[in-house]
């Protein structure tokens, strides 16, 4: 390197020093710009920081009264509300399409901000901004570092055709039938006999939070699993994430859990008419 002599040129040093500055900032920018290839197997990249940022804000104004400045739940609203706004610190969510352990998709966490949770404290963000909504899914996805590793995430499950018998109404009498003698037995301790979640067991079950789990009235129109028949046939097949709702995947067959779908569906009928005569 020529090193000029500070006489012959007064401004060479300091414009020396300011172009080294900035090749080093510019250096910066590219290795965080870039794949970071001293990140472990599996980590994966790191989130829009600008989207980040803006879903903190986001979060603050709308879900930070419940589900607590870090995450923890422990909002100032939380106290006394039931059930408790999720841990978010946790990584452990309850309605997702994803199989049993793993994270929710982006397509479930929207589906939540967007419908809410019916019989629950949790709101519809209906009119909430696209990118709002998108950068608070972001900023949830910070508040675990479950999200950070590959092997925690995958895609929906793919589920079996809802059966043609499902929509007609003779034909899914007996489904219903063999359906409910089948609640009786594995379900009813739980959800009661009539599945308004009164079973002789309900009311001393704990989720993995500690708190009490009443099992779902399942006569209500909406389940917070999500709207249509394939998920109650999923919450069935996989159970419900940190909560006693278990897999029935091992001790029922296909034709068993869409039975058991149609007794349930049977039953919301048979509630809307008691309750609307
Ligand atoms: C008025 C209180 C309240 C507000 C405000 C609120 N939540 Fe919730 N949230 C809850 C409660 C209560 C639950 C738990 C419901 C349950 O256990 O079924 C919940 C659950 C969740 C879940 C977990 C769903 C699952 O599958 O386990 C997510 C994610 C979530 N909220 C995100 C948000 C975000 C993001 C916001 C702000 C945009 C927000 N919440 C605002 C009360 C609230
Ligand atoms: C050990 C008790 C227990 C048993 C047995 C049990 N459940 Fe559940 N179930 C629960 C609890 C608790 C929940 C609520 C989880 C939550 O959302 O917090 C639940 C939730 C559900 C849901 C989701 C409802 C919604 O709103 O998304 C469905 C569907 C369901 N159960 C069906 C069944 C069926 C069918 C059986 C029998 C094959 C069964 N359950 C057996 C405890 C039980």
Known sequence: MNIQAPTHNPHAGPRRVCAAIAGLAVGV?????????NAPAGRLPDPDRELVLQGRYVYERNCQACHGRWGDGRGELARDMFPKPRRLTAGVFKYHTSPPGKLPTDADLERILRGGLAGTSMPAFVAMPDRDVRAAI????TLSSRWHWATN?????????????????SER?????????RFAVLCAPCHGPAADGKGPDAA????????????????????????????????????IDGTPMASFAATTTEEQRWDLVA?????????????NP
Do not use: C
């Open 173 to 181: 009498v007996p489904h219903a039938a063999s359906g409910a003698a």
């Open 138 to 141: 972001a900023y949830v996805k």
């Open 153 to 169: 995430h995958a895609p929906s499950m793919e589920l079996p055709p809802v059966p043609g018998w499902m929509n007609g109404d």
């Open 29 to 37: 920018l590219a290795l965080g710009a870039g794949p970071d290839t």
């Open 204 to 239: 001393r079950l704990v989720d993995q939070w500690d708190q009490p789990a009443p099992p779902a009235d399942l006569r209500q129109p909406s389940a917070r699993s999500g709207p249509g028949p394939k998920d109650l046939y999923r919450a069935i097949l996989n159970g």
């Open 263 to 275: 007794f349930i569906l049977r039953r919301r009928e048979e509630f809307a008419r008691e309750s």
